[in-house]
Every structure is written in structure tokens, then in C-alpha cells.
């Protein structure tokens, strides 16, 4: 019984012990945390304003719209460089636009012939209302990975600008990539595509022109 209690004794003296050396140092800390919860308690919003921010995140913008005009089918023709082959490729595809979950997203379908292959790929755009930025993804049957764009349209010029990554299969590794989408008038549009090396410079990889099916 002894030698139990004498383990539980030292342990409590080392407790108080403790607690005499903390007042000090800890009488600020104690305060500096009760200020951080109060502040944070203060900041917490009221259901109503939950519910309105929720609202205007799930209510389809200007951005949105626009992205409906998109609408139908469209013919493109592609065009590719490769960094070793200073000859451009060429080839054809058709695109199928539409919106999709009540407007909030748009949905492109791409078929065509690539390197004497069927070639299809698929993109999903979204306009986030809180961050005001497009974010685009991509997957394609030429490939098992998915890449990511995000970023501004600028109504000066016209032309919607995103950067992103994709996996290079060579290296194995995450390339940074930008894509731009000129919108030339409701019917005809480019898109450029360029690998961007770490250094800045980037190299024109891809340009698709549209045009709407009448």
C-alpha cells in the first residue's frame, strides 16, 4: 500500500508544483485566450445571414449566363505543336455545350478522330460566386489524369484566362499549364493552350477555333 501511495504523493507535489510557477506566465496567455474565444464567439453569423450567403452562392450570376450563350454544337478546328517538331498538326472535332443543375454548371462533350484514334473529352466549368473566378476541369480518354484551370474574365479583351496543372506521363510529374478563351463574337471563339515552364516562359502547345453549328 505504501509504494503505491507513494508515486500518486510525488505526483501530485509535482502538480502543484507546477501550478505555483504558472500564474505568472500564464495570467497573460489565459487572457489572450479568453479574447481570442470572445472575439470568436462575436464573429459567429446568425442563421439569417448563413441563409442569404447561402442563397447568393447557389443563385446562377452574370457569369453563368454567359456561359449559356455557349449552348449547342460546334464545329473546331485543332491545331498542335510539339516542342521537338516545329510542323503543326492538324485535325477536327465537335463540341456540345450545355448547362447543367439548373444552370450552375456547363457541360462540353468533345468527339473527334486524334492520331487516327476516336478521341473524346469532357469539361466541366464552373463560375464560383464567392471567389468570382471560373474554374474549368478536363478529362479525355487520351490520358487517366484530370487537370484544373481556374481564373478571371476580363470584359476589356474579351478573353477568359486560367491557369492550372495537368501530370506530364513522361516525367511523371505536375506541369503548369494556362489556357485562354477569346470569345470573338456569340459564334465564333479560341482557345490557346500553353505549357508554362517554371521560369515564366511558355510554349504554345494547342489553339482550337469554333465556330457554332447553324
Not at 477536327?92 to 462533350?109: N, W
Amino acid at each position: 500500500m505504501k509504494k503505491a501511495f507513494v508515486p500518486v504523493l510525488l505526483a501530485a507535489l509535482t502538480l502543484v508544483a507546477c501550478k505555483k510557477e504558472e500564474p505568472k506566465a500564464d495570467k497573460k496567455t489565459a487572457t489572450e485566450t479568453e479574447t481570442v474565444v470572445e472575439e470568436a464567439v462575436t464573429e459567429q453569423p446568425d442563421s439569417a445571414t448563413v441563409t442569404k450567403a447561402w442563397e447568393v452562392y447557389m443563385t446562377p450570376s452574370n457569369a453563368h449566363h454567359m456561359m449559356a450563350k455557349d449552348a449547342g454544337t460546334w464545329d473546331a478546328d485543332l491545331t498542335f505543336w510539339m516542342p521537338d517538331n516545329p510542323e503543326p498538326q492538324k485535325s477536327t472535332s465537335q463540341a456540345e455545350y450545355k448547362m447543367i443543375l439548373d444552370g450552375r454548371y456547363q457541360e462540353c462533350i468533345h468527339t473527334g478522330n486524334m492520331w487516327g484514334m476516336p478521341f473524346e473529352g469532357r469539361s466541366i466549368t464552373a463560375f464560383d460566386n464567392a471567389t468570382e473566378e471560373f474554374i474549368s476541369t478536363w478529362i479525355d480518354n487520351m490520358g487517366t489524369g484530370l487537370m484544373v484551370t481556374r481564373g478571371k474574365y476580363d470584359e476589356t479583351t474579351k478573353q477568359l484566362t486560367m491557369f492550372g496543372t495537368m501530370v506530364d506521363p513522361i516525367s511523371k510529374k505536375e506541369k503548369k499549364v494556362k489556357e485562354v478563351v477569346t470569345y470573338i463574337d456569340d459564334n465564333n471563339q479560341k482557345m490557346e493552350m500553353f505549357e508554362v515552364s517554371d521560369d515564366g516562359k511558355e510554349f504554345k502547345t494547342m489553339e482550337i477555333l469554333s465556330k457554332r453549328k447553324m
